[in-house]
């Protein structure tokens, strides 16, 4: 078993492999990892179901995110394989102007150079970074959790494979074995090999990377989703969107998390929206207005309100105005996603303007953010920072640039 170092300075020593890579090479690579991971779901989902048999303290929504099967796997095969479509994120000249010495400047957009990740559960990720990670010409370091080794160890192992046998070269994708908290935290401080490091999992692994990682971080946040029905909000579509954000995949960050009700609706909303909720076993947690209306709540408090469930629970309140939403959402929320229900373009207009969150809808489910359904194909998390990107990572997000210039033997005077 390798070290963490080790592993990190293998994927550093390979990383000028990718970058230097054609546009029709990473896409005859991306389409031989899709095919690959298809043909060999079978050993893939064997290594997953011991991970789930040994995952013996895991809650249920953490098992559910570790958990593949077939449509899962045939989903992860489409993601990659969507990301052929797009143009190359490389190379692109992204300026061009003549500067008053004469000299052709360009700024041009390069791979990060080495992206790292530390994630839990959920196996496909280590497909759609590997994945992003070809497309945009970076290594690759990836840390899994140890309830998922077993899956990701044989997802690298199909995929690495695949790529030797085609007469390509495999390392610049590297897994760390090392799944202990030691091994993550020395993981943060490998800044001499790795250029960036990508978070994604729970709040307290989220923050513990922002604080202990000597590298660059891009924070992926959690998701404390809020729905909005404004008062002129068509109550059915509210319903529709509230059943799909809270019950399709309730474990996820992009699901709905918090119900906010216009006052002026909320005696005709109330009794639609949360019985939909108490059909599907949902336990409401709501204001004293919203328990005066729908009895059939527990009472909410602060925490509550800032709370993502990551199950089959929802906070409830009753709000004034489109302004008293935005604020609640403001100051509970965690700046992913959230969704208003309006027929009012003006209020529409400010939700979108004010609601400071990196995605935010008008008459659409929050289960939406996600870097497939935004025509990205794989995606490295959802960004909930303001510097450099925000919103799903997809290609464009891991490329960086730099300046090239042209002259005719000018010196500066």
């Given at each position: 078993?390798?070290?963490?170092e080790?592993?990190?300075?293998l994927?550093k020593?390979n990383a000028?492999?990718?970058?230097l890579?054609?546009?029709?090479?990473?896409?005859r690579m991306?389409q031989?990892?899709s095919?690959?991971?298809?043909k060999?779901s079978?050993?893939?989902l064997q290594?997953?179901e011991?991970d789930?048999?040994?995952a013996?303290?895991?809650?249920?929504h953490?098992?559910?995110?570790?958990?593949?099967?077939k449509k899962?796997?045939?989903e992860i095969?489409?993601g990659i394989?969507?990301?052929i479509a797009?143009?190359?994120?490389?190379g692109?000249v992204?300026a061009?102007?003549v500067?008053?010495?004469?000299l052709q400047?360009m700024?041009v957009?390069?791979?990060?150079g080495?992206i790292g990740?530390?994630?839990?559960?959920?196996?496909?990720v280590t497909?759609d970074?590997i994945?992003l990670?070809?497309?945009?010409?970076?290594?690759v370091?990836l840390r899994?959790?140890?309830?998922a080794?077993?899956?990701?160890?044989?997802?690298?192992?199909v995929?690495?494979?695949?790529?030797e046998n085609a007469?390509?070269k495999s390392?610049f994708?590297?897994?760390?074995?090392d799944?202990t908290r030691?091994?993550?935290?020395?993981?943060?401080?490998?800044?001499e090999?790795?250029?960036?490091?990508i978070?994604?999992?729970?709040?307290?692994?989220i923050q513990?990377?922002?604080?202990k990682?000597?590298i660059?971080?891009?924070?992926?946040?959690?998701?404390?989703?809020?729905l909005y029905?404004?008062?002129?909000?068509d109550i059915?579509?509210?319903?529709?969107i509230?059943?799909n954000?809270k019950?399709?995949r309730?474990?996820v960050?992009?699901?709905?998390?918090?119900?906010l009700?216009?006052r002026?609706?909320?005696?005709?909303?109330l009794?639609?929206l949360?019985s939909?909720m108490?059909?599907n076993?949902?336990?409401?947690h709501?204001?004293p207005?919203t328990?005066?209306?729908?009895?059939d709540?527990?009472?909410?408090?602060?925490e509550?309100?800032?709370?993502?469930?990551?199950?089959?629970?929802?906070s409830?309140?009753?709000?004034?105005?489109?302004?008293?939403?935005?604020?609640?959402i403001n100051?509970?929320?965690?700046?992913?996603?959230d969704a208003?229900?309006t027929e009012?373009?003006?209020?529409?207009e400010?939700?979108?303007r004010?609601v400071?969150?990196a995605?935010v809808y008008?008459n659409?489910?929050t289960?939406f953010?996600?870097?497939?359904?935004?025509?990205?194909g794989?995606e490295m998390?959802i960004s909930?920072?303001?510097?450099?990107?925000?919103?799903?990572l997809?290609?464009?997000?891991?490329?960086?640039?730099k300046?090239?210039?042209?002259?005719?033997?000018?010196?500066?005077q």
């Amino acid at each position: 078993m390798r070290t963490v170092e080790e592993t990190c300075r293998l994927a550093k020593e390979n990383a000028a492999y990718p970058a230097l890579l054609s546009t029709l090479d990473k896409n005859r690579m991306l389409q031989i990892i899709s095919d690959a991971v298809k043909k060999e779901s079978d050993k893939i989902l064997q290594a997953n179901e011991t991970d789930i048999k040994n995952a013996v303290d895991l809650p249920e929504h953490m098992i559910d995110r570790l958990r593949l099967n077939k449509k899962r796997i045939a989903e992860i095969g489409e993601g990659i394989y969507q990301l052929i479509a797009l143009d190359d994120p490389v190379g692109k000249v992204l300026a061009s102007w003549v500067n008053h010495a004469g000299l052709q400047i360009m700024k041009v957009s390069v791979p990060l150079g080495v992206i790292g990740i530390i994630y839990e559960a959920r196996p496909n990720v280590t497909c759609d970074v590997i994945a992003l990670c070809i497309k945009t010409g970076n290594a690759v370091v990836l840390r899994g959790s140890k309830d998922a080794y077993l899956t990701n160890r044989a997802i690298v192992d199909v995929i690495c494979a695949s790529l030797e046998n085609a007469g390509y070269k495999s390392g610049f994708i590297q897994l760390i074995d090392d799944t202990t908290r030691e091994g993550a935290e020395k993981f943060m401080r490998m800044d001499e090999y790795v250029d960036v490091l990508i978070p994604r999992g729970s709040a307290s692994l989220i923050q513990t990377t922002k604080k202990k990682s000597t590298i660059p971080v891009i924070e992926t946040g959690a998701g404390n989703c809020h729905l909005y029905v404004e008062k002129s909000g068509d109550i059915e579509v509210a319903k529709k969107i509230l059943i799909n954000g809270k019950l399709q995949r309730p474990s996820v960050c992009n699901a709905l998390e918090s119900l906010l009700v216009d006052r002026e609706i909320a005696e005709k909303a109330l009794p639609v929206l949360l019985s939909a909720m108490r059909e599907n076993n949902v336990t409401v947690h709501g204001c004293p207005e919203t328990a005066k209306i729908f009895p059939d709540v527990t009472p909410a408090t602060d925490e509550d309100y800032a709370t993502e469930y990551h199950g089959y629970e929802l906070s409830c309140k009753v709000v004034g105005s489109t302004d008293e939403a935005i604020a609640h959402i403001n100051k509970y929320g965690t700046h992913h996603s959230d969704a208003i229900v309006t027929e009012n373009n003006a209020a529409a207009e400010k939700f979108l303007r004010e609601v400071d969150s990196a995605a935010v809808y008008v008459n659409a489910s929050t289960r939406f953010t996600d870097g497939f359904e935004f025509g990205f194909g794989a995606e490295m998390g959802i960004s909930t920072q303001k510097l450099h990107a925000r919103g799903p990572l997809g290609p464009e997000q891991l490329t960086g640039f730099k300046y090239q210039i042209i002259g005719r033997g000018q010196i500066r005077q």
